[in-house]
Every structure is written in C-alpha cells, then in structure tokens.
C-alpha cells in the first residue's frame, strides 16, 4: 500500500489568508484526490488531481478558491484561498492503487483551523 | 446521485462483545466499497476493500459483507477491544468514476 504524508499536520490561520497543503507518496500514481472533512461531517471530495492536466473540481468547488498543483507522480498540492472561518476542516489527500483493485489510501490530513 | 447511510451513528459496547456496522447505499452500480478506520483528529485507514462481485472480505477480527442487489454493506466486528474505539467510515466507489462516496460514520466506543 502506498504511504503517503502531509505537511502541515495542523495550523491556524487568519482571515482573509491562504494556505498551501502539500501531499507527498511514496511511490508513483495517476491517480490523487483531495478530500474535506468539517467539524462532525463525513469526507467531500475536492477535486481529482492528475500529472499533467487540470485538476477536476467536484460541484460546489472551484479553482480560484481551491488551486491545485500535480508536477509529477508523487506530489501534489492544495491550496485554500482567502480563508474564512467556514474554512475549517481537515483536509486530505488520497491516491488510487490501480493495481490493487482500486483500493484508496489516505494521508494522516492537514487539521485547519481559521480564525 | 449516490446517497451513502451509516446506522447507527454512535454504538457503545463492552469489552469482548461481537458486533455489527451497518452501510446502505443508494446506486447498485457500484465497483467497490470500501471500509475504513478513522481516529479522533487523524486521517482514515483502510481496513476492507469489497469488490462488487465479491460478497465479503475477511481481515482478522473483521469481516464485511456487500448485497449489491439490496445496497447493503455490513462490518462485523468479533471480540471487541477498547483499541477497537474509532470512527468506522463506509465509502461506495461509483462505476466509471473514481470518486468514493463516503458515508457520515459510526462511532464506535468499546468500554473496558
């Protein structure tokens, strides 16, 4: 299974700033997703993020509020833009095994807290 | 558009009973689902991947079990242990997409 870390674990933020997420893997994939999860609430798919095209933005999500990064098979970034409180989530990365039935991992999350 | 249910949202069970988790979906067409762990404040781990032509997976003390044509999906867990305490999430990963449709959780309290 691939593992995968992120950085930052945790942070709290101002109003009105952004924050870059970075998910790093450890080995190759096409596949990476980024995930909100809100104070008691299930996970929400973000976006999907392949190397070398645009990012695909589920409903309710959009570029300019929510830009990703994919350079290459192991890396990815996030980043939240001109914060608010709503904000506040835990935000994950994930990536799809294609040869192990398609199973998902996930990474530890980046706990966001705007004030 | 697939809706994903988890009952009960919150379970507390003694030590070393066996127990249940429910999942029920909404769309059939479904490839896999997934069952996953999470603790408080972490990321989620993956504890069973179901196959929509298989009906269960063992790990363990775990098994779970899909009936694609009722849209149900359950986790048996045998012998609880208080390491057991977390939030179990269930995860319906549509056909022809890779998106994974989670559902709200149960949480799970196993007491010494």
Known sequence: SAVISQKPSRDICQRGTSLTIQCQVDSQVTMMFWYRQQPGQSLTLIATANQGSEATYESGFVIDKFPISRPNLTFSTLTVSNMSPEDSSIYLCSVEDGFQDHEQYFGPGTRLTVT | KQEVTQIPAALSVPEGE?????????????????WFRQDPGKGLTSLLLIQSSQREQTSGRLNASLDKSSGRSTLYI???????SATYLC????????????GKGTKLTVNP
Do not use: M, R, W
């Open chain 2, 18 to 34: 066996n127990l249940v988790l429910n999942c029920s979906f909404t769309d059939s067409a479904i490839y896999n689902l997934q």
């Open chain 2, 78 to 84: 045998a012998a609880s242990q208080p390491g057991d």
């Open chain 2, 91 to 102: 995860a319906a990963h549509q056909g022809g997409s890779e998106k994974l449709v989670f």
